[in-house]
């Protein structure tokens, strides 16, 4: 009983600092953001412009790469986004909140939602249109910024309600994702997938060889990375798509784990008591079998999530949002509004997003396939779902993909920002509106951990 307690808190604190490092990457993520939008609309917004469309060439001969350098940080820099994001997905479906069948069934419901209605919303203001390209702008959800909000709320906001926002955002990306691939392709180069293939099928051969060295996934997967570039699928999928091939097994239980670092202090206490000052050969082995045990001990895909997490939340994102926000909103701002692009992008994140999330988990949990997590209320619920509306990373990805019309991509900018200010000014007047909950309540039990 005591080690499950001891495996609960661990994931308690574990999520709890995941939090906290969202909250201050969406904090940076929209300091960039503003940067972007006064700079581009300063007297200097001509260097902004240059310096996104300055040519990087990585490589030499016919194994060059020209590309602008908004292209290399969306293409590139993105994928690692993608990476983690596949990491993260795999996480939460094996050991996460989405791994327990009635909360990830509310989660999924909840995130169906809030992707079909707003997508529905856009479609209906731009059809036979043009622009109706741009239908999966608003079914997309930006955890850093959403969680920010929540960190805001401190004890108003529980931490099964974190939780919940984080598993719909999750299965939000994952939904994402697969639009891009489906329906933001261009057209395939059949040869170039084809190689991009067998990258693929390598990952899993090693996968299966119980290979777990990171090296080894980086190298197949710049290769993959390269095919899908030159295939015209786009280039971030190959991210999530090495992700799902890291290893999530652990090679050592903790039992097994805790015995052999009992040994290897026991070589050490004997040492000292010793009086030996010196590392002794005895030593030595005993460190190296700490450090297998301690490598064997941890999934690669944790210990890669991990790492990774850092800086993407205060490199990656907040790089994007500089060169992806900036938009030049002229002397008529007020036109855009009554935009159809600029119109559904907004009632679509906004509105959308609130009858989505809210309509579709409270019909799983009426029709018994959910429940709502503990120590949450349906208005909770319908704070987040307002929350869910802030798309600003990936709903901006997704503009940058839909629309070649410079014209047209900055009506798209104009309404992201504007619903995403509005759902988060939004969402947190209606969860200000609840009491603050008490400590049994703001740290609700979770479940134990999965193997994996």
């Not at 917004?45 to 040519?55: E, G, P, R, V």
């Not at 908004?70 to 994928?79: P, S």
């Not at 503009?399 to 504007?418: E, R, T």
């Amino acid at each position: 009983m005591q080690i499950q307690d001891t495996s609960s808190n661990t994931l308690v604190r574990a999520f709890q600092s995941f939090i906290r490092m969202e909250a201050a990457g969406g904090i940076l993520l929209l300091v960039c953001a503003v940067i972007a939008l006064i700079w581009a609309n300063s007297p200097w917004a001509t260097s902004y412009t240059d310096l996104f469309q300055t040519l990087v060439t990585v490589g030499a001969g016919s194994f060059a790469i020209s590309k602008p350098l908004l292209l290399w940080i969306n293409d590139g820099l993105m994928a690692i986004f993608f990476f983690l994001v596949g990491l993260e997905i795999k996480r939460e479906v094996m050991v996460g909140e989405l791994a327990a069948p009635k909360k990830a069934a509310l989660a999924v419901a909840a995130a169906i939602g809030g992707m079909i209605v707003p997508a529905l919303i856009y479609t209906m203001l731009n059809f036979g249109t043009e622009t109706a390209s741009g239908w999966g702008i608003p079914m997309a959800t930006d955890i850093a910024f959403a969680l920010g909000v929540l960190a805001l709320l401190g004890k108003r906001a529980p931490l099964a309600l974190k939780v919940f926002l984080t598993a719909v955002a999750i299965v939000d990306d994952l939904g994402a994702v697969l639009v891009i691939a489906f329906f933001y392709t261009e057209q395939l180069s059949m040869g170039a997938l084809g190689v991009g293939a067998l990258f693929f099928v390598a990952l899993l051969a090693v996968n299966r060889l119980g290979v777990r060295r990171t090296a080894v996934y980086v190298i197949l997967g710049i290769g993959l990375w390269v095919a899908f570039l030159k295939s015209g699928v786009h280039a971030t999928i190959a991210g999530v798509l090495v992700a799902l091939t890291i290893p999530a097994n652990r090679l050592i239980d903790v039992p097994t784990l805790a015995e052999r670092v009992r040994s290897v202090l026991d070589v050490f206490t004997r040492g000292a008591q010793a009086g030996r000052h010196k590392m002794t050969e005895e030593q030595q082995d005993a460190l190296h079998t700490m450090e297998d045990a301690l490598e064997k001990a941890e999934a690669p895909l944790m210990r890669m999530e991990h790492a990774l997490h850092g800086w993407v939340a205060f490199g990656i994102m907040p790089v994007f949002a500089l060169a992806n926000a900036g938009v030049a909103l002229g002397g008529d701002v007020g036109a855009a509004f009554g935009n159809p692009v600029t119109l559904g992008i907004i009632l679509g994140l906004v509105i959308g997003k609130q009858i989505g999330v809210t309509l579709f988990a409270w019909l799983a949990v009426r029709l018994g396939l959910a429940q709502l997590p503990g120590g949450t209320s349906w208005r909770q619920i319908h704070g987040v779902s307002a929350l869910c509306g802030i798309g600003f990373t990936m709903s901006l990805f997704i503009a940058n993909l839909a629309f070649d019309s410079a014209a047209v991509l900055d009506s798209a900018k104009i309404g992201i920002l504007s619903a995403s200010l509005i759902s988060g000014l939004l969402g947190w007047f209606l969860l200000t509106r609840q009491p603050a909950t008490s400590p049994a309540e703001a740290v609700a039990e979770p479940e134990p951990e999965h193997a994996a």
